[in-house]
């Protein structure tokens, strides 16, 4: 089965700009996760949907990042405006059967 | 909310030998107890879980036990190889998991 795709793999940006990531999810998973990871630490969740609805947003900077999934398949992920602090990589996550996740290869972001 | 603790952050062992990773949590409502290996620069993959029904679960060269009592679950990794060394993390959690913050893992070959 094919699995998570996520793209970019890496984006640099300055801070102050903005960036957006994509993910598609496996093939019928209703629940869709994106996680920050910082270098040296495990991955963060930022927010769980579960179709295209919101589960869980309560880690998610709602000043500066936005999630959504409109038709319940595919998500974007948006920092505006980015910060140092938000250098990481972004994981996208689903599942079938909540907890149980696999996860996307990542977006690596710099800011600079 | 849920907190995992994870213990050692890094281990090394000679190949051949074991391995156990240890990790700690605190909401007696969290039933599910996942495993990932994350190798540099790659996905974290799934690599053992378990349920609060089960005590322990083994899979090859690994194995996970959990004692709801005290809040702790542990990985075992037996026969250590050079390709067992990576990060692994424990979570732990209901209908999501918090992870731990990791252990790097080095096997001396």
């Known amino acids: 089965e094919a699995g998570v795709a996520q793209s970019p793999r890496y984006k640099i940006i300055e801070k102050r700009q903005s960036v957006a990531f994509w993910c598609n999810p496996i093939s019928g998973h209703a629940t869709l996760y994106w996680y920050q990871q910082i270098l040296g630490q495990g991955p963060k969740l930022l927010i769980q949907?579960?179709?295209?609805?919101?589960?869980?947003d309560s880690q998610l900077p709602k000043d500066r990042f936005s999630a959504e999934r409109l038709k319940g398949v595919d998500s974007t992920l948006k920092i505006q405006p980015a910060k140092l602090e938000d250098s990481a990589v972004y994981l996208c996550?689903?599942?079938?059967?909540?907890?149980?996740?696999?996860f996307g290869q990542g977006t690596r972001l710099t800011v600079v | 909310g849920e907190n995992v603790e994870q213990h050692p952050s890094t281990l090394s062992v000679q190949e051949g030998d074991s391995a156990v990773i240890k990790c700690t949590y605190s909401d007696s409502a969290s039933n599910y107890f996942p495993w990932y290996k994350q190798e540099l620069g790659k996905r974290p993959q799934l690599i053992i879980d378990i349920r609060s029904n089960v005590g322990e679960k083994k899979d090859q060269r690994i194995a996970v036990t959990l004692n709801k009592t005290a809040k702790h679950f542990s990985l075992h990794i037996t026969e250590t190889q050079p390709e067992d060394s990576a990060v692994y993390f424990c979570?732990?959690?209901?209908?999501?998991?918090?992870f731990g913050t990791g252990t790097k893992l080095q096997v001396i070959p």
């Open positions: 979570a732990g959690g209901y209908q999501k998991v918090t």
């Open positions: 949907f579960q179709n295209n609805g919101v589960v869980d």
């Open positions: 996550a689903s599942s079938q059967s909540p907890p149980s996740t696999f």
